[in-house]
């Protein structure tokens, strides 16, 4: 007789706007679990994020006390996980339990269950997990044996697992009905098809065991409705699905089987990476983000006095340990400003706990994307950023009081989405901010792409000699030397001086010929900025004629801006920039286009401001720019 395993689950990570909730409540959890609860002598293995869970606990606490009702009548075998949803294998052993244990005991306090059973974030799996799991009496993995990076399955029944003498039971999910979801929620299936293949292949299952897990998010990016929500479920459920704990035979000994690290199923995005790991070598921005927290981890770990700092720090960390910025699945959560600006919140207010902690020296330069140059954190009453020798840049602008970063610049992977902006950044560099760039005149400020290494010259990638000028460290100097270039066509230094004040970032430019030839092009200095806003394009003002112009063109060119205004509505702050000198000014929007569980989304990434001058330098002479960057509450 053929043992068979029926289980949902929902991903959805803390950051994601209200509409992503909604959608799936109506669409997809209300249906489902009434249908379990009209329905007698079923099980369902259910997994829901910690997030979604304390949501419908605060928003709809009817539906959790649904889920509730059904625990305890055995209709529901709830899942456990992390509890942020954290990539497990980037934390530490001590880091690992916690989340579990947060999750279990959440799960236990509120739907009277204590599961045994662990689900990984975006089946992400590695064996050192184990040992984790022995000591949270974890006895069960759900999870794909189905290799998304290899493109092979491994064993598709049940199997005891060990690793350094501890074991675990994995239990392998149906990898065909894991890529049908997959299949309709990018539609290329309708549903009555999707339908007629989940009950073919369920009933044709030669395999004596069969887990069929749905993923309830990517029912919600193909379209769903409510009605077909109950047809699925009615369909998956009659079957005659087991408890988890009926599916051992105790007259048969378990199979032995080892699964290895891998990124497994059909949940996720994985582009051209050859393993999960690899997005650290390849994104910059990521790289940086997760460099970013574990110089905050060590830290804070080394703080050791006050007992209530203490706890607060643990709490922030466990927070920005939130693994969706790593992971492009139903919810786009690498593609979401709004996740990724939540983990940065939590690493701005533990920066600004450690620094304000007497006693305690907290360290002002580390190498947070591991290019082995130390980068310079600057924290002031209004204003941090980190200054990085690379491209004599910030690689983040962050107003305290709103604890926003505008230096969260993401540009992805290849595969990792599209875009439709005209002149799209490489894929997974890291956007910095007032990074130097030449290009001919005059006509190429209209056909601005850095990718074209022939007609710009982009110093963002070059280093500079950086240096602290003062004690307080609100003062550096970023210098450089172009020797070689055929649009400079001469030996150019470039000095940046940097000056951090209370509400303001003050740069002074200086361009110095120091070869032989004339220099005769463009020179831009490129602010790129993630800004706030309830609109796909962003707006920004410019003063002519003293009146305030506004502009709201996704991609336009001004001549003649001495400043502009930026209004970042969500955040209710005024971004101000101000020259010395009148500049022309490019602005344009970067965006992704991408299915989500709302349906076709354009997720905003953020937006360049390029600033450009003549640049017309005979030999020995200098040129020099002043910019003010003010931030300020409206």
């Known amino acids: 007789m053929k043992k068979v395993l029926i289980g949902a689950y929902s991903q959805i990570p803390a950051g994601s706007p209200p509409p992503v909730l909604e959608r799936a409540l109506e669409s997809v959890f209300i249906p489902m679990l009434t249908y379990l609860h009209s329905t007698d002598d079923v099980v369902l293995q259910l997994y829901l994020s910690s997030f979604l869970m304390e949501w419908l606990e605060k928003n709809h606490p009817e539906v959790n006390m649904l889920i509730g009702d059904l625990a305890r009548m055995g209709r529901v075998e709830l899942l456990t996980g992390s509890y942020n949803q954290s990539v497990l294998s980037l934390l530490s052993p001590k880091d690992r339990s916690n989340q579990i244990e947060l ?3 959440w799960i236990r306090k509120r739907y009277g269950q204590r599961s045994k059973t662990l ?7 590695n064996p050192i997990y184990i040992n984790t ?14 290799n998304s990076i290899c493109e092979e399955e491994y064993l598709k029944e049940p199997f005891q697992m060990h690793e350094l003498g501890k074991g675990v039971q994995i239990i392998p999910t149906d990898s065909s009905v894991g890529s049908l979801v997959r299949q309709y929620a990018l539609s290329e299936m309708s549903f009555s098809q999707f339908m007629n293949k989940i009950k073919t292949l369920m009933q044709e299952c030669s395999s004596s065991f069969c887990a069929a897990m749905i993923n309830l998010d990517q029912l919600c990016q193909g379209g769903i409705t409510a009605s077909q929500t109950e047809q699925l479920f009615a369909l998956l459920l009659s079957f005659d699905p087991l408890s988890i704990e009926e599916i051992d035979d105790p007259n048969e000994p378990m199979r032995r089987g080892y699964l290895e690290a891998g990124w497994y199923g059909h949940d996720c995005q994985t582009g051209d990476l050859s393993c999960f790991n690899e997005l650290f070598v390849k994104d910059e921005s990521l790289i940086y983000l997760y460099g970013r927290f ?3 981890l060590e830290s804070a770990r080394n703080y050791k006095k006050d007992k209530d700092v203490r706890k607060r720090l643990e709490l922030l960390l466990r927070k920005m340990s939130h693994g969706g ?3 492009c699945d139903a919810n786009a959560s690498m593609l979401r400003s709004s996740i990724r600006k939540l983990v940065w919140r939590y690493i701005h207010e533990a920066d600004s706990v450690l620094v304000a902690v007497p006693d305690y020296t907290y360290p002002v330069s580390a190498d947070y994307d591991w290019d082995d140059l130390d980068e310079y954190l600057t924290i002031g009453k209004n204003i941090s950023s980190v200054v990085d020798a690379k491209g004599g840049s910030l690689s983040e602008l962050t107003y305290l009081p709103s604890l926003y970063n505008y230096g969260d610049t993401f540009a992805p992977l290849e595969g990792f989405g599209t875009s439709q902006s005209l002149h799209p950044p490489v894929p997974g560099t890291k956007q910095r901010i007032f990074t130097d760039v030449f290009f001919e005149r005059p006509a ?3 056909e601005y792409d850095k990718r074209d290494e022939t007609s710009f010259l982009d110093m963002g990638r070059s280093t500079y000699d950086l240096s602290v000028l003062d004690r307080r460290n609100t003062e550096y100097l970023a210098h450089a030397v172009c020797s070689e270039s055929p649009i400079l066509g001469s030996c150019l230094s470039i000095d940046k001086h940097f000056k951090f004040r209370q509400n303001t970032v003050l740069l002074e430019v200086t361009l110095t010929n120091h070869g032989d030839e004339v220099i005769d092009c463009m020179y831009g200095c490129e602010m790129p900025l993630s800004v706030g806003s309830k609109k796909l394009v962003t707006s920004f003002s410019v003063m002519e004629d003293r009146k305030l112009i506004a502009y709201e063109e996704g991609e336009v060119v001004v001549d003649g801006v001495k400043s502009f205004k930026i209004f970042d509505e969500p955040n209710n702050t005024m971004i101000t920039l101000v020259s010395d000198t009148h500049f022309t000014l490019l602005k344009e929007d970067y965006s992704i286009d991408c299915k989500t569980i709302v349906g076709e989304e354009q997720l905003y990434q953020h937006t360049l401001y390029l600033l450009a001058w003549p640049l017309s330098l005979a030999p020995g002479e200098e040129q020099k720019h002043t910019l ?7």
């Open 628 to 634: 003010g960057l003010r931030l300020e509450r409206k």
């Open 103 to 105: 999750n279990t005991t």
């Open 294 to 296: 574990t110089s905050m």
């Open 444 to 446: 190429g400020i209209y």
């Open 325 to 327: 910025p790593y992971v």
């Open 133 to 146: 799991l022995a000591l949270c009496c974890i006895d069960r993995v759900i999870i794909s044996s189905y």
């Open 119 to 125: 689900w990984c974030y975006a089946q992400y799996f």
